[in-house]
Structure formats: structure tokens, C-alpha cells
């Protein structure tokens, strides 16, 4: 019977063609963003800027007893003694101290705009390796060293002097040298100084001496070179140092982990890519089950004919089998081996798009072995076979004479594994959308998305019942309007329920998947942009283009005149620790799990004037010093003025005293501390913005005048209206969101795939029934009037069916973001959604049918008979 399959292909060019694409770009999907999953899982990061230290010492951002699931949000520090300690272990030529700091080079940038760069201390100009193509390496407290990029593009020769922002203040260097980092094709004589934007290329360096002090944080360094000496065997000395600094928050890095040392984001957006690949890569494989079976099983049922003849001339059940299986084996072992080769390269072009956004860091680099294509092969090959095992054991089951009435007239659909496997889908549907709407909000996406996949599912085991409902409830409204044609279109549909189905739920699974996925993110971005201006009371706000402002602007700016309130704004990621340590048992058996608590650093004289906070309990006017004023939701048992174990940004361990509760939305709770406690545990060191409230009668407009005046004291200071600071937030949500669209796009592309392919097979495998109409008289038009109704009550029942799938997935979330059953987002997005549907549907169905009305009916009933 094998051969009997493979020589049955050319005969069902159609089906088997639609069956190919579906398991071709499903496998394609599935292989993508399996390898986003293993790329955020190794977090690989070749180094750049340390790439000669064949090892690294770094801070460790793992939160002590988590086993790496729990990751501070600031860089931690290494105590600047410990080279010397490394230093002195066996096999150890040298340990370079590593310190970094952000500077602005005034003016630094190709239209004399400034420039964002990195400042080193000069002993790690050697692990890139740098070196000076022009002039010296600095020595005195005044001299820094440029990258040759950066010099040309500025304009700037050894001996010229140059002005940073560094610290929260202008500082004047005179320029001893030019540097160019080895293998680099670029030095000091490029014309245009373009290349690179990469922190690496725009690198500056001053004395050891002088970036300690600049830093501030003398006595701190962020990494630590380990050059070994020839011959010393690198495993052993790997042993040797981590030995040396098992007492400290320290980790050693070796091969591609290294970057991690350069930028230890690449630990927390890693973790980000894996959540969102893990969430949309189940989603893609979902809609690649649902698409791959509802694809196959409408294939094999517009052979019902052809198995009923089978069966009547004494094929066996057994035979009959093994031929459908070895048809879908050959066609989907073709098209799954075949998307091995496009698979990686769309992961691999998500990736380059999320880190053109700024979603992931640049330095994260792909990586993906061979089991993102085994799951992706395995999934489409499983699915493919189990939709052909299941539609030939039907097949088989029925008696000769029984499933040639069976062909005829399509008169069973619902079986009992397909009625309960229905009621479950639609049963764990209905428990996620009670759990979306008991989350808090920014967590309710997470159930959401499965939700929507669930509620799909369900409906599209129940889509011939469905159809026949639909059907009944437009038979009349279609006769009256369209006549004869609606006419022959219900009945067709009446008839041929099964073969419906399967040309509506391509429909409902991208009309329901479109709206609700597209109007999740909407609403998410709704709910933090209502959450951030219910909260900003402010009427400006100061920032710097070095990126921060020191403390003491925010005194200044209280002083001037017309301010009400003036408050320093710096956010960060901490952690509530527990009242009790765990026990060395909890931490072994991963049942330690801190709280996560987002930070907000305030001034406690101008919190209140310029943010909607207000203590339910204790008081805002005590938060200072080691104070902390937690959400009312999230103190833990904590009473006023119980110490409350905490982990700042940077992993430093706090017992601040509870001086106040605070209200919050729910889902968007912060605990607020002094900024004066948080800004030394920030990268930075420096308050990010300073929000000001005028005093009443005072124009906002004057009062920026005003502050703008600061800007001689403070270069590079910014003031910007309440209007422009929602709009960066704006930005920002737009930025997260990005990259839930970009996936999302793939997602529903590939549904819209299904949508075309599934339209064309279902209409040209009808070419037997359209020509026996043109010989009992229709004429060309009139059978493209009857697929026209056709194609219309296709849209409408999948529409419909996609309209409440929608329903069912964004009403639990809009009652937890929003606190209303409504979502938000632009109406345009449905009308988008629906009439694409519409025309897609409308213009497969009659292009296909027009393609196959071109044949002489004789002809063509003569060959299928």
C-alpha cells in the first residue's frame, strides 16, 4: 500500500501541496523560536572590549540561594583588592582591573551634538587589546585617551582639550592620545570616522588614578582580567581563582559567558527572551497543531469518495491506513527537513530586529543546536500523522456500503473523544479566563495568550455543529438578498457541514488570534500609561543628556522661584527578603523565593507634591535615611516601624524601618525609599530626572525659563513639560511591546497562510461538483454567484467565531488591567482584521474557482469517474 501512496500523490496534487505548506512553515515557525528559546537559555556573549582575558571576574548578579532564576538589576562590584589576590594565584601573569564609568562628550558627536561614551582606566585598554596609533598613554589626572573613531567623528587632535559631563559635572581633559582597538580597519586617519556605534568604538580612557576618583567609587571594580602565564593549564587556575574568591559575591567567566562581564543586562534580558520565546513559541506550535490537523483532515475528507471505493472493492481497514500514513509520512518528512535550513534563519532575524529596537542587548548572540529543529520536525510530523491516523481510522471503521453514503452525504461529525477532547479545551479556556482576571495586571498577559489558544481549539472541534448553527441562522437573510445562489450556498453547506468547518476555522483562528493578541498588548500598554499618569502630579521634569543629575539639583531646583515641590525620580528592581534567612535545605530544594519589588528613590519633602503617593499609614514626611514607605498590599506583616529586610539593585543587604504604607494600582505596587539611600547602589550614581510641581498662578511655561537658566551651572540640562515626559513613558511601553508585536506578526502571518492555502484546497478539490453543474446547465457565473455566498457565509461564521474567541480572552484581561470589560486601542485595528478576512476569503475562494471553471466539464467528470 506504500506504493499504491506515493503514486496516489500526483492524482491529489492539491491537498498534498496545502498539506506541504502548512507543515513546511509551521516547522519554520516552531524551529525560530525554538532557537530564540536556547539563544535567551545560553545567554552567549563572545566579549569585545575584554576579549584577550581568556578569563573574567565579575560580580555575581545571581541573588544569593536562587540558583540564578532571581538577577539584581545593577551591576555588582568587586572590591578593588581583589586583583591583588587573584594576582597572586599559581599561573596568574597578570589580573587588570577593570573600571567603567558613563561620560558625555560634549559636542563629541558628528554635528557637534554630545556624545555617549564609555570611560575606562587605562591598565583594561589591554584586554581588548587598544593601542596608541598617535601620541601617549595618559599619565596625569588631566589626560585622557580617545578612541580614533570617536576623535574623528569629533573633530579632536592629540593636545586639544575636550569637555565631559562625568558624575554629575564638567570636567575638562586634555587629549594625550588616540587609541584604535587591534584588528580594527579603522585609526586616526578615517575620513568620515564612521563605524561601530557599539560602546567598544566609543571608548575613552583615563590614568588608573584618575578613573577611581571619576568613578566614584574608588575602592570598587567592575571586573577583573585574569591573563594567564604560558603554559599553566587553565583549568587548574580556573580552580585556583574561584577558590580565592568563594567568599565573595564574585563569578568567573570563561568563552562566550565573558560578555556577561561587559554588560550584565545580557543576564536579565536573557531571562526576558526566554519567558517571551517559551510563551510564543507554545503559541506557535499550538496554532501550528490546529492548522497542520485542520489542513490534513480537510484534505483526507474531501477523499471520503475515494476511501468508500476503496473499501467497496476489498481493501482492508489495515490497508487503507497504512496508505493515508505513508502519503502524510513522505509529504511531511519532505517539508520538515526542508524548513530545517529557513528555521534558524528566522530566529535569527528576530533576533537582529529586537536588538535594532534596543529590546535585547546587540552582544547577545545566536545560538541554536539541534534541538529547536527536533522539536519543530517532531511537532509537525506528530500532528500530521496523528490528523491522518485519526481521519483513516474513521475511514476504516465504516462498512464498504456504509462509507459510500457516508461520502455522499456527510452525515457524522461529532464523535465522543471529539465531544470530550472539545469540553476540555473549552473547560481549561474558561479556568484561565478566571485566573486573567484575578492576576494582577501586568501578569494577566501571561494566562491571556493561552487562553485565546484554548478557546480556539475548542471551537474548532465543535466547527461543523457551529457551522450548521451559523448556517441556519443566515439561510433565510441569504435567500431573500442573494436568491438562488444563497440558495445552493446553504444547501452546500447544509450538506457538506464537515467540509465548512474546515474553511471556517482557518478564519476564526486568525480573525480571533489578530484581535485578541493585537488588542492584549493594547490594553497592557493602556493600563501602564493610565497607571504612570494617574501617578505623575508634576508639571516638569529635569533631565541631563549626560543621563543623570547629581542629588544636589534637586535642593537647587527647590529654591528657585515658582516651585511648589521638587522630587528626585530614581527606579530600580529590589528584592523584600524574607524575616526569617532560609535554610541551607530551602535553597538546595529551590524553595527560596525573594519578592520581587520595584524601587522608587524620592525626595520626602516633594513626594507628595509631585506624585499621586499618599501614606494610608504612618507618614512620607519620615523617609529619610534607612526608611522604606512599602505598598499596603505587600509589607508582609510588617507593622510601622519594624525593620524590613531588603536587597538593593546591586544586591546590598538593607534593614530599613517601615515608616509608611502606601496605596498603589493594583499590579503596578513600588515601595519608596530616599533617593539619597538608592542612588549609590544605581550604575549611574546619578538621579535620572527631577519632577517639579509650579506653585499655583505660576505659568509652567514661565517656571521652565527659569530652570533653563540652571543649564550654566549644569551643562546639558533639559526641561520637559508633563506632556513630554508622558510621551517618553509612552515610548518606552511602545518599545516593550515591539517585540511582542514582531512575534506576534509571525504568528499570525502564518495563520493567514492557513487562512489562503486552506480557501484554495477547499475550493479546487470541488472541481468534480462544478462541472456536473455546468452540464446540468449552470453557467460559469452563476456558479462563481454561488461561491461568492459561499465565501460570504465562510467570513461570517469565522468571523463571528474569531469575534468571540476575542471576547472570551480580552474581557478577563481588560477587568484586570483596566477594571472594566472593555479593552482598549484604536477601532481601526478590528476593522483591519475583519475586512482582511473578508477579502482574503472572498478572493481565494472566486480565484480558485474561476482557475478551475477554465476546464470542459466533460473532460474533466470523464478523468474522476
Known sequence: MIGVALRSLRFHKGGFIASFIALFFGATIVIGCGGLFETGLRSAAPPQRLGVAPIVVTGDQSHPGTHGEYVFSERLRLDARLADTIGAVPGVAKALPDRSFDATLMRGGGKGEPAQVSGHGWSSAALAPYRITEGKAPAGADQVVLDARLA???????????????????????????????????????????????????????????????????????????????????????????????????????????????????????????????????????????????????????????????????????????????????????????????????????????????????????????????????????????????????????????????????????????????????????????????????????????????????????????????????????????????????????????????????????????????????TQSSGSQQAFDENMRADLAVTSVAGGLPLSMVDTIEKQPGVAAASAQVSTLGYLEPKTPPTQSEIDEGDFEPTEMPLQGVTSEGVTGTTAFRAKTGSLDDLRGDTVALPSSETGGHEIGDKVPMRLGDGTEVRLKLVATVGARRGYETALVPATLLVPHTDSGLVPQITVTAKPGTDPAELTGTLSKLAGEQPGLNVLPRTTVKAVHADEDDTQAWMAYMVLGVVIAYSTIALVNTQVLATTERRREFMLQRLIGATRRQVLRMMTVEAFLVSVAGVLLGVLVAVLTLVPLSLSVLGKPTPEGPGWIFATVVGSAFALTLFTTLLSAALVLRHRPSGVVGIRE
Open 152 to 522: 574623528a567623528r569629533a573633530g579632536l587632535n592629540p593636545g586639544d582639550r575636550a569637555e565631559f559631563m562625568v558624575n554629575g559635572g564638567a570636567k575638562r581633559f586634555k587629549i594625550s592620545g588616540l587609541a584604535t582597538e587591534s584588528g580594527s580597519n579603522s585609526g586616526a586617519g578615517s575620513a568620515s570616522g564612521s563605524g561601530s556605534d557599539s560602546d567598544d568604538k566609543r571608548a575613552v580612557f583615563l590614568s588608573d588614578q584618575a578613573a577611581a576618583q571619576v568613578s566614584g567609587r574608588p575602592d570598587k571594580l567592575d571586573n577583573i582580567g585574569v591573563l594567564t602565564k604560558p603554559g599553566a593549564d587553565r583549568g587548574d587556575v580556573i580552580g585556583d581563582i574561584k577558590k580565592a574568591v568563594e567568599d565573595e559575591p564574585a563569578t568567573v567567566l570563561t568563552g562566550d559567558k565573558r560578555g556577561w562581564a561587559e554588560n550584565p543586562t545580557i543576564i536579565t534580558d536573557g531571562t526576558k527572551l526566554v519567558t517571551l520565546a517559551s510563551v510564543f513559541g507554545g503559541l506557535s506550535a499550538m496554532v501550528t497543531v490546529f492548522v497542520v490537523s485542520s489542513t490534513m483532515g480537510l484534505s483526507i475528507q474531501q477523499r471520503q469518495r475515494e476511501m468508500a471505493l476503496l473499501r467497496a472493492i476489498g481493501t482492508t481497514p489495515g490497508q487503507l491506513r497504512r496508505m493515508i500514513l505513508g502519503e502524510t509520512l513522505f509529504v511531511a518528512v519532505i517539508a520538515t527537513a526542508l524548513a530545517c535550513y529557513p528555521g534558524p534563519h528566522v530566529g535569527r532575524w528576530l533576533l537582529d530586529a529586537f536588538a535594532s529596537g534596543d529590546v535585547v542587548p546587540d552582544d547577545l548572540a545566536y545560538r541554536a543546536g539541534w534541538i529547536p529543529m527536533v522539536v519543530g520536525v517532531g511537532a509537525a510530523l506528530l500532528t500530521a500523522l496523528g490528523a491522518a491516523f485519526i481521519s483513516a481510522r474513521g475511514a476504516a471503521r465504516t462498512r464498504p456500503t456504509e462509507a459510500l453514503a457516508e461520502a455522499s452525504l456527510q452525515r457524522k461529525w461529532l464523535s465522543v473523544p471529539r465531544l470530550i477532547f472539545a469540553l476540555l479545551f473549552l473547560g481549561g479556556g474558561a479556568a484561565l479566563a478566571l485566573v486573567t482576571a484575578s492576576l494582577e495586571g501586568p501578569m494577566a498577559g501571561s494566562t491571556a495568550t493561552p487562553a485565546a489558544m484554548l478557546w480556539t481549539v475548542g471551537f474548532g472541534l465543535l466547527g461543523p455543529g457551529l457551522a450548521k448553527v451559523i448556517t441556519a441562522v443566515l439561510h433565510w437573510p441569504l435567500r431573500a438578498l442573494t436568491g438562488l445562489s444563497g440558495r445552493l450556498a446553504t444547501l452546500n453547506a447544509k450538506a457538506r457541514s464537515s467540509r465548512m468547518a474546515g474553511a471556517v476555522m482557518p478564519v476564526m483562528l486568525a480573525t480571533g488570534l489578530a484581535t485578541a493578541l493585537i488588542y492584549l498588548q493594547t
